[in-house]
């Protein structure tokens, strides 16, 4: 009923970038709060950014100076500026949504994650 599609993702050397991609589609009503998470291999997912329907934006400390999270309303798009990467930046990336579906239902949909490698 919603999806959330995400790209972007690969195998980049350290100190290098990568911009992340989110595209939400399907019966959307609105989406309020957009989000980037990770999980590397062993570790619980974490919470990386997040940004407001107003723009407002919040990072993780380990990404600050380094990342920025935006969206793109009009296309229900949310991306993740990753520069300056290291190694520890590997992890699956997921995205997800604070959706309210055409029928006023509020959900959030999560994306299958994109791959971020960091390596020498």
């Known amino acids: 009923q919603v999806q959330l599609v995400e790209s972007g993702g690969g195998l980049v050397q350290p100190g290098g970038s990568l911009r992340l991609s989110c595209a939400a589609s399907g019966s959307i009503f609105s989406i309020n709060a957009m989000d980037w998470y990770r999980q590397a291999p062993g570790k619980e997912r974490e919470l990386v950014a997040t940004?407001?329907?107003?723009?407002?934006?919040k990072c993780a400390d380990s990404v600050k100076g380094r990342f920025t999270i935006s969206r793109d309303n009009a296309k229900n798009t949310v991306y993740l500026q990753m520069n300056s990467l290291k190694p520890e930046d590997t992890a699956v990336y997921f995205c997800?949504?604070?959706?309210?579906?055409?029928?006023?239902?509020?959900?959030?949909?999560w994306g299958q994650g994109t791959q971020v490698t960091v390596s020498s």
């Open positions: 997800n949504a604070d959706v309210t579906t055409t029928t006023l239902l509020k959900r959030v949909y």
């Open positions: 940004i407001t329907s107003g723009g407002s934006t």
